[in-house]
């Protein structure tokens, strides 16, 4: 049996196919020389040490992310793939990302910086605050050259377009990168009244280790936890984390989620809108429908100016008859009211020559009766009188009588009530006696 014969094409294709399916994704170190930096901006260089070297190829997107400028004879450690290039049969490495040689302890020191901080209590739980709600407007501290940034901006203005957006701007890479993203926390708290900023959003894109290593550096951490504005960390993918996601008061897996989370409660209350819209239709139309009938009602109502007027003049006619014929009736009864009395007057005169003889002939028998009424009391009077001068003592005392008093002043009306020498007064008519009882005898 003929053993089947492969195309060169289809041998290097199968020859890489089994190189990338069993090679995975690794760290090479070496040196770097003939290297070459196309018009394109894709990177082109040899990786080698004393014994081998192997051909190396960066494409544009990632060359944008370097934290440093690559240099013929540097140390460096890649992340790449082992692929073919297809053209020339040659063995090379799609590389992902580049390190300077001695980067591999990274994440030795990542350890223990989180462990530092966590005994300081920079990440405790009860010190995290909650994110508004609905935030008055969101400040976001990354590169303007950040793609992260789009991808915030666009999630923001699909989900909350009239939410304030503030870009505190600082490389999100790089040598100093930490201590400007730190200088921006600063800045945004510092004008975060003047902005209208109630909440910060530090993020980027994702990458190795050390393209995130900004995120990791104490200067960053600290700054987070100092805010006064809460912060929301959206830093690399959902599997990088960082110190500065431990520090921030939410971690968001991506850039994207956290401006999810941002926008929640405005793409919330957005979602209402079509509801609310909704109901206010219903009631517009309730409330248009009861002013038609309303409308309808007052137009039944309605009567032609014309129309009213001749209304009117009739209602005035016939009040005015009314009126007549009131102030008729009236007069009649005022005039019938009058006669009555007219003819009552006119029976109640008295007739006066009778009157006055009659009160003539009263004056007389008035002063006939007066007179022996007269008469008689002073014959009354002299008999009082007379009778009241037989009562008085003085009259008595004329005719012989006397009174006597003893010391005190009482009448003595009997002898036997005074003692032996006794001194009495004795009153006669024109004088009184003081004397001295010698002897008392009975009749």
């Known amino acids: 049996m003929l053993t089947p014969v492969a195309s060169v094409s289809d041998f290097v294709l199968q020859i890489r196919r ?43 997107n990632r060359v944008q992310l370097l934290p440093f400028q690559l240099r013929e004879g540097m140390q460096v450690e890649v992340r790449a793939n082992i692929s073919i290039y297809e053209a020339r ?82 490389p999100v890479q790089g040598e100093g990168a930490a201590a400007q993203l730190a ?40 700054a987070v936890a100092a805010s006064a504005l809460p912060i929301i960390s959206g830093v690399g993918h959902e599997t990088d984390t960082t110190l500065a996601d431990f520090a921030a008061d939410l971690r968001a897996p991506t850039p994207t989620a956290a401006a999810e989370i941002l926008s929640a409660g405005w793409f919330e209350q957005r979602s209402r809108l079509p509801r609310l819209l909704e109901r206010l239709q219903r009631a517009l139309q309730h409330r248009l429908g009861n002013a038609d009938q309303r409308l309808l009602h007052l137009q039944q109502r309605l009567i032609h100016p014309r129309t009213r007027l001749a209304r009117s003049a009739e209602r005035l006619k016939l009040l005015s008859l009314r009126l007549e014929n009131s102030q008729r009736m009236r007069l009649q009864r005022q005039q019938t009211r ?30 006939q009766t007066m007179r022996r009424r007269l008469e008689k009391l002073q014959g009354r009077t002299h008999l009082a009188g007379n009778s ?9 005392l004329q005719r012989g009588y006397a009174i006597v008093r003893d010391e005190a002043g009482r009448i003595v009306r009997q002898a036997a009530s005074l003692p032996h020498q006794a001194r009495i007064e004795i009153q006669l008519a024109d004088s009184s006696l003081q004397a001295r009882v010698e002897k008392s005898k009975k009749d």
């Open 183 to 222: 200088s921006a926390i600063a800045t945004a708290n510092a004008r975060a009244t003047q902005d209208g900023v109630q909440v910060l959003l530090l993020c980027r894109g994702g990458g190795s280790m050390e393209d995130l290593w900004a995120f990791n550096e104490e200067v960053l951490v600290r």
């Open 18 to 60: 089994a190189l990338e399916a069993n090679i995975p994704l690794c760290w090479v170190g070496g040196e770097i020389s003939n290297l070459t930096r196309a018009a394109s901006g894709h990177l082109y260089f040899t990786l080698k040490d004393a014994r081998a070297q192997i051909r190396c190829t960066m494409w544009r």
């Open 338 to 367: 009058l006669q009555n009395l007219r003819h009552r007057l006119d029976k109640s005169q008295p007739d006066l020559a009778q009157r006055q003889a009659c009160l003539k002939g009263l004056e007389r028998a008035l002063t």
């Open 388 to 396: 009241l001068e037989l009562l008085n003592p003085h009259a008595i």
């Open 89 to 170: 049969g040659d063995l090379q490495l799609a590389v992902d990302s580049i390190r300077r040689a001695g980067m591999g302890n990274l994440y030795e020191i990542f350890l223990r910086l989180k462990a530092q901080l966590e005994t300081e209590g920079l990440f405790a739980s009860a010190r995290k605050r909650p994110l508004p709600a609905l935030p008055a407007g969101i400040g976001i501290i990354t590169s303007p050259a950040a793609a992260a940034l789009q991808d915030v901006l666009s999630t923001l203005a699909r989900r909350a377009p009239a939410l304030p957006v503030v870009l505190y701007p600082s």
